[in-house]
């Protein structure tokens, strides 16, 4: 019904007698809206999100705006990024069950999605500034993003109906723009929305923006990010997009679900692991984080180690679409031919996503939208030393991904980063 009044946004007044009547939410919180609680959660830039408690239960209510939340009227954004991270989301559930909230209710024309309230989670990003290790968040993201990338793509997927979902995921043509602005290209030259930690920066900031061979391959990685729409990506695959508890993660936020490259999703969440690694040294004020560093690195390893092995074995046992099709290969007896093109997929795979962690390090430092693990270093020149290495080990990754083969180079890299004075 909702759906076909005219959009109105949400607030913690008008909540319970605007969406009293939904039936799934009344399930799962129970009848009774005058023992409705609601509150809205803060830390979100874009939309809104509430959390309602009743007499039986909790749940999130996820709002788009026509604009921007943080910045408002002046920056218009489309209700329907609501459809898209909708259809995201039912899509990540059917391919990699149980790693996104549960949805109870859509509506297209109020741009809401009611879900289940993820608790006691905690958004990974903040856990791991607090330095705590979470023991199961590798396997988990690995698998999740094995099985999702995997199975959105011509190599899982009937043709037609990649076919459909790409043109449908097609018009999220805002978000994705967002991407390819503030991720590939503003951070390069002074644009308007940008900052950086200023002035300690200020001469690393030039040196970078005068790196042709660094702004050649960003323009390399952004045209592989527009022209190779080979699978669904969650496209905005950070650690403030995950939540957490000792023993669960979910994938949340997927607004900026578009056909990309499958490197896209790998790169950006290990260039969060990475970034992690670098800012703990700012957070050092109650305690060493030696061990937590460690436990980074060992993470970002056992990522890739649990994405390769989901990837094959999907590969082996689920290679159903038109792309390498078993016809040509193991119905010939050539094993071996599958395992070949195997290892090619896989390599580029790698290549791809070292060049997005490295540009993703970049954006974060670079452009408009920071990070918390840097932006909570209170003291500024301590800030910048982390953040000028984050700098320096995106450029190394950038400009010489096809030079690099293993993740344990990359680690060792950063390591020896990390042990250099800085600026
Ligand atoms: N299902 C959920 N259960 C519990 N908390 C949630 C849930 N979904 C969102 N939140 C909380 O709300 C915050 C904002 O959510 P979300 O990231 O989806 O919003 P957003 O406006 O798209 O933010 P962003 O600026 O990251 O795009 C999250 O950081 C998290 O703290
Ligand atoms: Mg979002």
Redesign the pocket.
Known sequence: MTGKLQFEALSVETLPSRLGDNEALRARIGKDTSAWKVRE?????????F?VEGASGAA?V?QALPYV??VGDSWPLPLKRSFF?YHALTRQEARAPGSV?AIYHFDEGQALII?????P???LRRALIEGRQLPGIARDIGLFMARTLFRGSDLHMAAKDRKADLALFADNVELCDITENLVFSDPYFEARMNRHTSPQLDGLVAELRADRDLKVEAQRLKHIFAANAETLLHG?LHS??I?VTDGET?M??P??AFYGPMAFDVGMLLANFWMSFFSQRGHEQSGKRDAMRAYLLEVTVETWVVFRAEFTHLWRTERTGMLYQKSLFEDQGDRLGAEQALDHVLHQIWTDLLGFAGIEVHRRILGL?HNADFETIADEDLRASCESKALKFGRHLAVNRRQIHSIDEVNHLAALIEQESSI
């Open positions: 959660v803060g830390d979100g830039n874009l939309n809104l999100v959390i999130v996820k939340r943080l991270e909230p879900m289940e309230y993820l608790s989670h905690i958004i905005d403030g997009s939540m979910r949340i936020d607004e900026f939208a």
